[in-house]
């Protein structure tokens, strides 16, 4: 049992490694943005992206490995990773716990850049909007969402997820 606990261990921490990939990543775009280098910001979605493909495999690779490990406890496979803590060697188990601990810290670190980013960006887009309406106001259209404010960004990070502990 040492060594799938060992595993476990391994994925939590190349997820950790790949979530502070993500934050980097997500640190630059706020940089380009705030150096008005829109090229540079749209250089890094494309490796956002890409980090965000990574993330979502190391995560899927976890979650195998504690449904497997959960079923050859006799436990549910979609028990959380917090239940197995008791088959866990004691000797692991604080290395498990501070690992998921960091995971959901930087995860939230992660989410809230990524919306300070968001708001950064359609900031700046409406300071262009702003822009075109005064130098050319003919060019200057503005969209609607059904409900009747103004459309927003979607925003592309929003499938971001921790350990369920």
């Known amino acids: 049992m040492r060594d799938v606990f060992h595993k476990i261990i391994e994925a939590l921490r190349l997820e950790l490694h790949e979530y502070g990939g993500l934050l ?3 640190e630059r775009q706020q940089e380009e943005v705030l150096r008005h280098n829109p090229d540079g910001f749209l250089a890094l979605c ?3 992206e890409q980090q965000l493909d990574r993330i979502q495999t190391c995560r899927s690779a976890r979650e195998e ?3 497997n490990t959960a079923t050859s406890l006799n436990a549910s496979p979609d028990s959380p990773l917090s239940s197995l803590l008791p088959a866990c060697p004691e000797e692991l188990r604080p290395l498990l716990v501070a690992l998921i601990q960091e995971i959901n810290d930087l995860l939230a670190r992660t989410q809230r850049r990524s919306r300070q980013n ?3 960006l359609a900031q700046c887009l409406e300071l262009a ?3 075109v309406a005064a130098s050319r106001p003919e060019a200057a ?3 609607y969402s059904p409900n009747g404010k103004y459309n927003q960004l979607p925003n592309t990070y929003s499938t971001l997820r921790g350990v369920t502990a």
């Open 24 to 26: 980097h990543l997500f």
């Open 46 to 48: 494309g490796e956002v």
């Open 65 to 67: 490995l504690v449904r």
């Open 118 to 120: 968001h708001m950064l």
């Open 129 to 131: 909007r702003q822009m």
């Open 141 to 143: 259209n503005r969209t």
